[in-house]
T-cell receptor, first 112, second 115 residues
Framework: GAGVSQSPSNKVTEKGKDVELRCDPISGHTALYWYRQRLGQGLEFLIYFQGNSAPDKSGLPSDRFSAERTGESVSTLTIQRTQQEDSAVYLC??????????FGPGTRLTVT | GENVEQHPSTLSVQEGDSAVIKCTYSDSASNYFPWYKQELGKGPQLIIDIRSNVGEKKDQRIAVTLNKTAKHFSLHITETQPEDSAVYFCAASNAGGTSYGKLTFGQGTILTVHP
């Protein structure tokens, strides 16, 4: 079956612009996570969605970052007024249970 | 919060040799430990995981061991092949209760298998 998909695969934007990243989870997976991976580093948790529960936003680095999820489907991560330090790969993962997160290919964001 | 340390940062082996990557964690409440393989330009791929009620798990050439007392776990790859070359990440989470399985990752190990 289809895995997690993300779009765009690459995004180059100018400092100060807003960007929107999209994640399509595996069908039926109720949990969805966003992570950020800076060059040569591990993954940092950003936000978690589970069904209709309030999302846990404890990993979002600033109020310029926000995310939404429609039911148990698509999620979008929005970064407003992008800064150069936002340059990273943004990864989305989904899971059916609390174990076994499956990742998408990521969106590589470059802020110039 | 949880902190995961991973060693070594780079590992170079000859084809056919074994490779071992080690991780330590700080939160005794962590109970789920997955390992991911990440190839260049791709997302991390789950290769094996272990729960805290198990000390060892094996899947073909890959095995993971867990020592809850010492709070460390290791990935063992036997009979390495060039296609095993990638970045490997360990992670830990408290899956259950109020912690919903948020993963804390190690910094990664770049494994190179020379033919």
């Amino acid at each position: 079956g289809a895995g997690v998909s993300q779009s765009p695969s690459n995004k180059v934007t100018e400092k100060g612009k807003d960007v929107e990243l999209r994640c399509d989870p595996i069908s039926g997976h109720t949990a969805l996570y966003w992570y950020r991976q800076r060059l040569g580093q591990g993954l940092e948790f950003l936000i978690y969605f589970q069904g209709n529960s309030a999302p846990d936003k404890s990993g979002l680095p600033s109020d310029r970052f926000s995310a939404e999820r429609t039911g148990e489907s698509v999620s979008t991560l929005t970064i407003q007024r992008t800064q150069q330090e936002d340059s990273a790969v943004y990864l989305c993962a989904s899971s059916l249970t609390l174990r076994g997160q499956y990742f998408g290919p990521g969106t590589r964001l470059t802020v110039t | 919060g949880e902190n995961v340390e991973q060693h070594p940062s780079t590992l170079s082996v000859q084809e056919g040799d074994s490779a071992v990557i080690k991780c330590t964690y700080s939160d005794s409440a962590s109970n789920y430990f997955p390992w991911y393989k990440q190839e260049l330009g791709k997302g991390p791929q789950l290769i094996i995981d272990i729960r805290s009620n198990v000390g060892e798990k094996k899947d073909q050439r890959i095995a993971v061991t867990l020592n809850k007392t010492a709070k460390h776990f290791s990935l063992h790859i036997t009979e390495t092949q060039p296609e095993d070359s990638a970045v490997y990440f360990c992670a830990a989470s408290n899956a259950g209760g109020t912690s919903y399985g948020k993963l804390t990752f190690g910094q990664g190990t770049i494994l190179t298998v020379h033919p």
